[in-house]
């Protein structure tokens, strides 16, 4: 561990990374920041050995990570877990949920679902608080207002410090696993860095272009890798930008009215640098609100709603250059903390978490260029997963045929669908919540992932086990984890991340991973 103050030596060197990574150095120099990348970690001869006397199995090259949250190791112990992923789920690599505010990746299973049959026997939403289940150290957080967020929930439990040196023992690799969601009411001064929406509210989502937000992030991840001993460090943001959300692009529910934004102060400045005029693309998203209330009330344009819609496009291109801009400042930042990280120290392996949205909405898809994320990152975590996929997609169906394709019903436009995304013959709209998607949809987001990096970055399919859905829609069965785990690898993946956290997971299902890993030859 190494909590002492960078050297000049290595303090200059990152403030030139820092200052090239400010101006987006993938855009200008993509050779610059990939130029100490190294390829997939490998688990070393000794870690192989080391891992396979541990199971008693054969060494496992393949990359076989979990995303498993602080409270797991403090409900069950941290050698009983590592002795569960590892048996069960021929687990090698940990992906631990150290900064979140969300119950997605930390906490106990979802108050509502059913219990996992392992692990504390008790809901804790009551107890949840969020922030990050590591210390944090005074000195890294002088440039930002975000400071303090440890989370208080587990009393004093340090993840990575009780993680780490055990899982290393065993020849397990160690990753941090952060993600971009705060809790405004429990974070002192958030409303000073929130989004702005086109009505001048302040929301309760960080702007990814306020300074304090990008300082908190590369304090965040210069602490943990000075502080820690880390393979590798992965970011996530499931979040788009204001077009995409005014229209509904998405699943998760949505009901024709979207929080667009962003147009704060350095928003709106870094509009003007690139030549958009501000109000215009603010007027267009205020008439594309007005457009989707007005659909949603049933009022249909006398030319249809796609007609109309486009028309808006036509008289406001600033709309479209504002989504730009947003996704921009989102992939900003993964050439900011990539820049950190390998300022600090290059091999640890560096990479994203790309939202399930890129499954469903073309739109947002268009928005994840492999081609350019591969520039980034020494991985992607790909989010491929199949069960809750399926009723996820009948979510962005419902949601986008309430605005854009209003003239049309989703079972009508299922098929096209499926041909526009580059699946197969998926199941009928009526039957996709229950039925989920099969694991052919995983190998063809396989093999499209590894096409686009085109072998500059890992692609680490995720795999979906338990991800919670509604009573009567599809559940996760061992037979379709190891489907999708040996739909991953025969279509070429070097990894798989075991999602989304092993506090939801049930044994049988994260036993089939492993039983796909002994069957396909690890
Ligand atoms: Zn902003």
Known sequence: ???????????????????????????????????????????TTNQAQS?????GAQPNKRFIAIQVGAVSFVDEGVERVLDMLQQKGRVNALMLAVFTYGRGIAGRQLPGQPLPDHGVQKYDADTFHGGSYAPLHAQYY???????LRAPDLGDFDLLGAVIPKAKGRGMQSYCWLEDVYNPRLIPSFEKLGEVDIYGRRTG??????????????????????????????????RQGPLNNAIGSRHGGFNGRAQ??????????????????VERARQGFIELDKFVQSAWSGHRPSDGYFVTFWRLLLNYPETLAWEKLWTDSQQEIYGEIYGTVKGINNRIQVGWHIWHNNSFSPFYRAEQDYSKLRQTSDFLKVVMYNNCGGPRLAQYMKSIHSTIFRDAKPEDAMKLHYRIMGYGDEPSFDKLPTAGLSADYVARETRRAIEGVRGESSIYPGIDIDIPTDKSEKKTDPSDVKAAVKAAFNAGAPGVVLSRKYSEMKLANLAAAGEAINEIGS
Request: aromatic share 6%.
């Open 1 to 43: 561990m190494n909590k002492s103050k960078p050297s000049a030596k290595t303090s200059s060197r990152r403030n030139f990374l820092k200052k090239v990574t400010a101006v987006s150095v993938a855009a200008i120099h993509p050779n610059l920041i990939k130029e100490t990348k190294s390829a997939a970690p490998p688990l």
């Open 205 to 238: 989502q960080a702007c990814l272009n306020n300074p304090d937000v990008r300082a908190f992030l590369n304090s965040l991840v210069e602490d943990y890798v000075k502080s820690y001993e880390l393979d590798g460090l992965m970011w996530g943001s499931e």
């Open 51 to 55: 891992n396979a006397s541990a199971t």
């Open 260 to 277: 667009i934004t962003c147009f704060c102060e350095h928003c709106r400045e870094k509009g003007r640098e690139r030549g958009v005029a």
């Open 142 to 148: 002088d440039k930002t207002i975000l400071k303090n």
